[in-house]
């Protein structure tokens, strides 16, 4: 069985060798971290732990075109201040892998959204799917028989792009200031979403799921109202996702972080039905309580606490045996429930896969094998971060 | 009384045209803006929190409630100031150092405002050094921290320390916030609270103010 077969298997509770062994990634200091421990420079790090392939993405593009240039405007020693390819000015650390701080958008409101955005969100933009031979040469990997890879099919966000471009102070404003503007933004990206989604459906490309990206949720639930969620976004899901049915792709998946209680049912109604990562967090998500209570309608991915990997080794095998029975189950792929941070020391992530191909992956030995660490390469740690000088 | 109640409202409602110019109107027509403040104005930021708590207002619901609100304090504040009124208690607010992150730590000043505190905004990416300063010299109660990720939030402890170190953590309170903050993590680095939302900081930083 090879990561296509057993990744549609996994998610169509139908009989598999295993379940996937996957991961979210890491943060960019945890390889560096890591390296110290005896990480290889510059490997792969699918390839050195021994895991299932991630998925890979087809489709035009569904987002700006042409992006915004993306400029540094001013130096400022550890940080610069830069435009985004979205618009967006922030400051951003040059060395550290934090998420950058807004400090001004070029999408303001209507004014701005009719010169800036809107010219660069048409549906009909040849320029958002390559020329035609390499597209051809791209159909063909994508329909290959032969193909041993998931394909997900890029479906876009309705409000977490919207979002970044406005901010989410002025993007709560124009709900309520222009509510006309804000349900024209989200049909329009739905509308682009559409576009590239018949084009590439169309040509005979038959992706394992549909992905899309919203992360509208935080620690205390979602960032707009499950009423106005309702109301403007879900009409327009259920859109792409009938369309999607259309063509037989019956696994679309959403990412977002944060406390999603509110919304899961939400998309699920709207045919999003695999909810992605599965946080944890200090709210404590649980994948077995989400299926619990929707039953196997909801597909799963994540809900492995990265913070527990560094932690006591017995705390990584408790958690990996008390997920192993939704595991076998189905419909549920199991990975860290974001990228894993630096704190957790390399051993006891080396320690969770083998865990992990153990119990989840039943112990075959077609999972790659985990890389090897050579003790005497181990150098001593060094400072980690900024605040601890 | 009629006129209290509609500012009520439309700070509730997140009207800010109508919450300023009742407040005009309520000051051209002679009230007491304390009395606006006080009776009006922070009992509708503090019906926000609740129906935010409750789950019926979420973030866009605060934000344009807070946005009202401030159009209401832009026209008392001068006011307030010429009649040496005192806020509710003043508040240091920072992102902790390595932490760029500012929604979560706006969203908090805001609502202090709102809840008749005076904030002062230290940015983001702040040391402890700069906090100890704003204690020193700024006269503040609340020292209020927020972090987003999981390898800064230890920067909270480092500015606790630090507050220890230089003598001044007795001046003041401390209370924390953000995603990966629990309130056992709180009680580890000697914090005086934590709030899990915005409007609980308001809460948490009233009870600090009426044991102090």
Redesign the interface.
């Known amino acids: 069985m090879n990561a296509r077969e057993r990744f549609a298997a996994t998610m169509h509770y139908q009989p598999r060798d295993r379940s996937p062994i996957m991961d979210f990634g890491f943060w960019d200091?945890t390889l560096v971290i890591w390296q110290e421990q005896g990480y290889p420079a510059g490997s792969d790090p699918d390839s050195f732990f021994g895991m299932d392939p991630q998925w890979f993405e087809c489709g035009g593009i569904v987002g700006l075109w042409p992006a915004f240039p993306d400029l540094v405007l001013k130096d400022q020693g550890e940080?610069e201040v830069a435009q985004q390819s979205d618009g967006v000015i922030v400051?951003?650390?040059k060395f550290?892998g934090?998420?950058?701080?807004h400090i001004d958008h070029t999408l303001k409101d209507r004014d701005s959204w009719n010169k800036y955005f809107k010219p660069r969100l048409r549906d009909d933009d040849p320029l958002r799917f390559p020329s035609e031979s390499a597209w051809t040469m791209l159909v063909d990997e994508w329909t290959r028989p032969t193909r041993e890879y998931p394909l997900f099919i890029r479906a876009g966000s309705l409000y977490g792009v919207a979002r970044n471009w406005f901010g989410?102070?002025r993007?709560?404003?124009v709900?309520?200031d222009d509510r006309v503007l804000f349900e024209e933004i989200v049909e329009t990206l739905a509308d682009v979403v559409i576009a590239s989604l018949e084009r590439t459906l169309a040509a005979g490309v038959r992706p394992e799921a549909a992905s899309m990206w919203e992360d509208m949720c935080?620690?205390?639930?979602?960032?707009?109202?499950p009423k106005?969620f309702k109301q403007v976004l879900v009409p327009h899901y259920r859109r792409i996702t009938d369309l999607l049915c259309k063509y037989g792709v019956d696994i679309v998946f959403v990412d977002c972080d944060?406390k999603i209680d509110?919304l899961a049912p939400l998309w699920l109604d709207a045919g999003v039905n695999t909810m992605f990562p599965i946080e944890v967090?200090?709210w404590h998500a649980d994948p077995i309580e989400f299926r619990r209570k929707y039953g196997k309608d909801m597909r799963l991915i994540g809900g492995v606490d990265k913070?527990l990997l560094a932690g006591p080794l017995e705390g990584i095998t408790r958690e990996i045996e008390r997920l192993a029975p939704l595991v076998e189950e189905g419909g549920y792929i199991p990975t860290p429930d974001h990228r894993v941070?630096?704190?957790v020391p390399l051993s006891h992530y080396i320690f969770y896969l083998n865990e992990a191909k153990r119990v989840w992956g039943r112990g075959l030995d077609n999972c790659g094998p985990t890389g090897h660490v050579d003790p005497s390469a181990v150098k001593p740690t060094t400072k980690r971060?900024?605040?601890?000088s | 009384m009629d006129d209290l109640k509609q500012l009520f409202d439309a700070i509730v409602e997140g009207d800010h045209h109508a919450a300023k110019s009742l407040t005009e109107g309520a000051i051209v027509a002679g009230a007491n803006p304390k009395v606006l403040l006080d009776t009006a104005m922070i009992p509708a930021m503090d019906e926000v929190g609740r129906r935010f708590e409750q789950g019926e207002y979420f973030v866009p619901e605060l934000i344009i409630s807070a946005r009202a609100m401030k159009a209401g304090m832009a026209v008392i504040r001068p006011l307030l100031t010429a009649r040496a009124d005192k806020p509710a208690g003043r508040v240091a607010l920072a992102t902790v150092r390595g932490d760029l992150h500012d929604i979560g730590k706006n969203l908090v000043g805001t609502m202090l405002e709102g809840g008749g505190f005076e904030v002062v905004d230290l940015g983001v990416d702040v040391g402890p050094d700069k906090i100890v300063a704003a204690v020193k010299d700024q006269n503040v109660d609340i020292v209020a921290l927020s972090a987003l990720l999981t390898t800064t939030i230890a920067g909270m402890k480092l500015t606790i320390d630090k507050l220890k170190a230089e003598g001044v953590r007795d001046r003041v309170k401390v209370i924390i916030g953000g995603a990966p903050v629990t309130q056992k993590f709180a009680n580890d680095i000697g914090a005086d609270g934590f709030a899990e939302t915005a409007s609980g900081a308001v809460v948490l930083a009233r009870s600090l103010m009426a044991g102090a």
């Open positions: 200091e940080t400051q951003r650390g550290l934090t998420i950058p701080r989410l102070e993007i709560s404003e709900i309520y935080y620690n205390a639930g979602p960032l707009i109202s106005l944060g509110a967090g200090t913070h941070p630096p704190d971060f900024s605040w601890e």
